[in-house]
């Protein structure tokens, strides 16, 4: 069974900084994209980053650009995002997702972890 | 960035009856190396994550009803529901992974009438 578990959330004060994991399980984690969606309390979900199977690929929305770093340890079946320098506005819960296969680029997400959520507040 | 536009914003539709939620791309989503539309169907209840339903704009996620459809092409796509059950009641969203940033519609918030 795929399972994704995020952890690291909590709550720290603007300026502050977290490291969030997402624990894979149930597949091989080494042969699939992953990305980091996050979802602001009552608003829709925004894609955040996502890193290719062997992480040498790597893309991030702007608004998140120069703050945020995703990466992961394959051998650890584990994805990460360092956040740093954080806003009110980069309240959410956090969710890691995985990419179906497709040759060559990254195809439509198939599984969601539960979030971790992330208060940015003083 | 591909803006993602859907309508209506919510809707009320009667159990048993169709229910039609609209997505419109700001630019093209269809990869034409392989004729294949970047375009998803998300459901998501109240403290769940989003859940797929449809990818590549028809293709039904593995378990999922077949009271759920979409179709589409290019910047204008649909997700239908057949007859509307009590379990359906949630908020939809369709998303574009063409490229980067991957981006989602606002939601349709689907009712019972």
């Known amino acids: 069974e795929v399972q994704l578990v995020e952890s690291g959330g909590g709550l720290v004060q603007p300026g502050g900084s977290l490291r969030l994991s997402c624990a894979a399980s149930g597949f091989t984690f080494s042969t699939y994209w992953m990305s980091w969606v996050r979802q602001a309390p009552g608003k829709g979900p925004e894609w955040v980053a996502n890193?290719?199977?062997?992480?040498?690929?790597?893309y991030y929305v702007d608004s998140v650009k120069g703050r945020f770093t995703i990466s992961r340890d394959n051998a650890k079946n584990s994805l990460y995002l360092q956040v740093n320098s954080l806003r009110a506005e980069d309240t959410a819960v956090y969710y890691c997702?995985?990419?179906?296969?497709?040759?060559?680029?990254?195809?439509?997400?198939?599984?969601w972890g539960q979030g971790t959520l992330v208060t940015v507040s003083s | 960035d591909i803006v993602m536009t859907q309508f209506p914003d919510s809707l009320a539709v009667s159990l048993g009856e169709r229910a039609t939620i609209n997505c419109k791309s700001s630019q093209s989503v269809l990869y034409s190396s392989n004729n294949k539309n970047y375009l998803a169907w998300f459901q998501q209840k109240p403290g769940q994550p989003p859940k797929v339903l449809i990818y590549w704009a028809s293709t039904r996620e593995s378990g999922i009803p077949d009271r759920f459809s979409g179709s589409g092409s290019g910047t204008d796509f649909t997700l239908t529901i057949s007859s509307l059950q009590a379990e359906d009641v949630a908020v939809y969203y369709c998303?574009?992974?063409?490229?980067?940033?991957?981006?989602f519609g606002q939601g349709t918030r689907l009712e019972i009438k």
């Open positions: 998303q574009q992974y063409y490229r980067t940033p991957i981006t």
């Open positions: 997702a995985r990419h179906i296969a497709v040759a060559g680029t990254w195809g439509p997400f198939d599984y």
């Open positions: 890193m290719k199977q062997d992480g040498s690929e790597k």
